[in-house]
């Protein structure tokens, strides 16, 4: 009895160390290798391919290849490796340092790095509808689309940045904006949370439009003069007046008395200018008119 127990306990012993190599076998044999295919030194909107291979791969393994710019993840994907290689392309779209790892198993290839500048200045072309595009994803109003070329939507949404930024006010492209802009930085944050409503800082001489905790569009603006202050508080919207009227206002949008938000020309960069109204830029004032509903609350401080 014993004998054969000890028998029984020999053959469970043998197929345990037959299945572990079998379990075993199924992993990968080592990290992932990385290179990436494209231009030595890239550039913005180039082309880069992340191409690797899994040592010892065996169906079913996998490889997450992600992309980072200035420590914010602008890519990541699982891809099938099994066949022993993967691949990812993706477009040169952020900034400014680069780093592209493949991890699988646990164990990371060799990170890839690469730094990338952004243009002195502007020309006609993708690049500048890149920027365009960034102004418009951190909610900077320019218009109904983007261009190729810099429109006065853009230059006017690039003051409303530099403001909204602390910057100088004026419409001048600087690389600094397009770096924030790439980095996902330098938007509105706004004080209020509730339910499409207006806020417009006086210090910074901005408006925007909010939908809850969206960030839907700013404007550079220009508030009441010294002398005819705006009203600071939290008024409703309460009458619209399309079109001009007899004092030059354009497309207005009454909140309290005579105190509206409408178009009009200048809309002065440097200082508040109006006789205590929230002057916009007149391209977009039929937008902020059909934007704003009767009842909706707008919020005025700084």
């Known amino acids: 009895m014993i004998r054969r127990g000890g028998n029984c306990l020999a053959l469970i012993v043998a197929a345990a160390a037959l299945v572990v190599p079998a379990a075993s076998a199924s992993a990968a044999s080592g990290p992932p290798t990385l290179q990436l295919n494209g231009p030595n030194k890239p550039s913005l909107l180039d082309k880069i391919t992340a191409k690797g291979s899994l040592p010892g791969a065996q169906p079913g393994d996998t490889v997450t290849v992600t992309v980072e710019a200035s420590g914010r993840t602008v890519a990541k994907k699982q891809l099938d490796a099994s066949g022993g290689s993967f691949s990812l392309p993706f477009v040169v779209d952020s900034c400014c340092n680069y780093v592209v790892t493949a991890t699988s198993g646990g164990q990371s290839s060799q990170p890839q790095r690469f730094t990338v500048q952004v243009p002195k200045h502007l020309g006609r072309g993708p690049i500048t509808?890149?920027?365009?595009?960034?102004?418009?994803?951190?909610?900077?109003?320019?218009?109904?689309?983007?261009?190729?070329?810099?429109?006065?939507?853009?230059?006017?949404?690039?003051?409303?940045?530099?403001?909204?930024?602390?910057?100088?006010?004026?419409?001048?492209?600087?690389?600094?904006?397009?770096?924030?802009?790439?980095?996902?930085?330098?938007?509105?944050?706004?004080?209020?949370?509730?339910?499409?409503?207006?806020?417009?800082?006086?210090?910074?001489?901005?408006?925007?439009?909010?939908?809850?905790?969206?960030?839907?569009?700013?404007?550079?603006?220009?508030?009441?003069?010294?002398?005819?202050?705006?009203?600071?508080?939290?008024?409703?919207?309460?009458?619209?007046?399309?079109?001009?009227?007899?004092?030059?206002?354009?497309?207005?949008?009454?909140?309290?008395?005579?105190?509206?938000?409408?178009?009009?020309?200048?809309?002065?960069?440097?200082?508040?200018?109006?006789?205590?109204?929230?002057?916009?830029?007149?391209?977009?004032?039929?937008?902020?008119?059909?934007?704003?509903?009767?009842?909706?609350?707008?919020?005025?401080?700084?």
Request: glycine fraction near 10%; charged fraction near 20%.
């Open 129 to 302: 509808r890149l920027y365009e595009e960034k102004l418009r994803a951190e909610g900077y109003y320019l218009g109904p689309q983007v261009s190729s070329h810099f429109t006065l939507g853009a230059r006017l949404a690039t003051v409303a940045f530099r403001k909204v930024n602390n910057m100088a006010r004026n419409t001048q492209y600087k690389p600094v904006i397009f770096r924030k802009l790439l980095m996902g930085q330098g938007e509105f944050k706004p004080r209020y949370h509730e339910d499409h409503h207006v806020e417009v800082d006086i210090s910074r001489q901005v408006m925007a439009l909010v939908d809850g905790d969206k960030v839907v569009a700013v404007f550079h603006v220009s508030t009441g003069k010294p002398s005819t202050p705006t009203v600071r508080g939290t008024y409703h919207f309460y009458r619209k007046d399309p079109g001009y009227n007899s004092e030059g206002m354009y497309y207005s949008v009454y909140f309290v008395g005579g105190y509206a938000t409408h178009g009009y020309n200048p809309v002065p960069m440097h200082e508040a200018a109006s006789h205590g109204c929230v002057r916009n830029p007149i391209p977009f004032s039929r937008y902020i008119y059909n934007w704003i509903h009767l009842g909706d609350p707008i919020h005025i401080y700084g």
